[in-house]
């Protein structure tokens, strides 16, 4: 299975202010997902990121908020723009695994916006 | 869009008894399902999955079956230890949708010694 990092593991933010999120893996992967966890919820997808196309947002995310970049096959970021406390979560990037459509997560980024 | 149903949503087991999650899904076209393991302070791991044409997976402990009728499909765990407890998702795949997870609401295990 792909090795994920993040960075940063954590952080607490002011209102107003926005954070950029990173994800690496070990190995060139296809997709990458965002994923967002608030407190003692399921996970929620933001949007998936190609390498090479704009990311596809679900509903009830947009690009203005989170924007996302994917300049390679091993990278990715997400920003959380002009946050409020609401965005406090737990934000996840996953890879897909090929073929067999399995879903590898990285160890998350913890947010904590006052 | 496929909608993921998990129950209990709460668990206690004693050590060494059996703990069973159950997961409903309501795209019949979903035919990959897999089962993650979230501890304190980590990213879901992958425990065990199951595609929609095997009725039964196991793997020393854990085991999930599927009833593709039904559209149920269900963690198994015996021999429960204080190491499983954590935080367990289920999830469904949607073929249509790019290979979109969507996760159950997670069943939260607690074993007691």
């Known amino acids: 299975s792909a090795v994920i990092s993040q960075k940063p593991s954590r952080d607490i933010c002011q209102r107003g202010t926005s954070l950029t999120i990173q994800c690496q893996v070990d190995s060139q992967v296809t997709m990458m997902f965002w994923y967002r966890q608030q407190p003692g919820q399921s996970l929620t997808l933001i949007a998936t990121?190609?390498?090479?196309?704009?990311?596809?947002?679900e509903s009830g995310f947009v690009i203005d908020k989170f924007p996302i970049s994917r300049p390679n096959l091993t990278f990715s970021t997400l920003t959380v723009s002009n946050m409020s406390p609401e965005d406090s979560s737990i934000y996840l990037c996953?890879?897909?695994?090929?073929?067999?459509?399995?879903?590898?997560f990285g160890p998350g980024t913890r947010l904590l916006v006052l | 869009g496929e909608n993921v149903e998990q129950h209990p949503s709460t668990l206690s087991v004693q050590e060494g008894d059996s703990a069973v999650i159950k997961c409903t899904y309501s795209d019949s076209a979903s035919n990959y399902f897999p089962w993650y393991k979230q501890e304190l302070g980590k990213g879901p791991q992958l425990i065990i999955d199951?595609?929609?044409?095997?009725g039964e997976k196991k793997d020393q402990r854990i085991a999930v079956t599927l009833n593709k009728t039904a559209k149920h499909f269900s963690l198994h765990i015996t021999e429960t230890q204080p190491e499983d407890s954590a935080v367990y998702f289920c999830a469904a795949i949607e073929p249509a949708a790019g290979n979109k997870l969507t996760f159950g609401g997670g069943t939260r295990v607690l074993v007691k010694p």
């Open positions: 996953s890879v897909d695994g090929g073929w067999q459509e399995t879903q590898y």
């Open positions: 199951i595609r929609s044409n095997v």
């Open positions: 990121a190609n390498q090479g196309s704009e990311a596809t947002y």
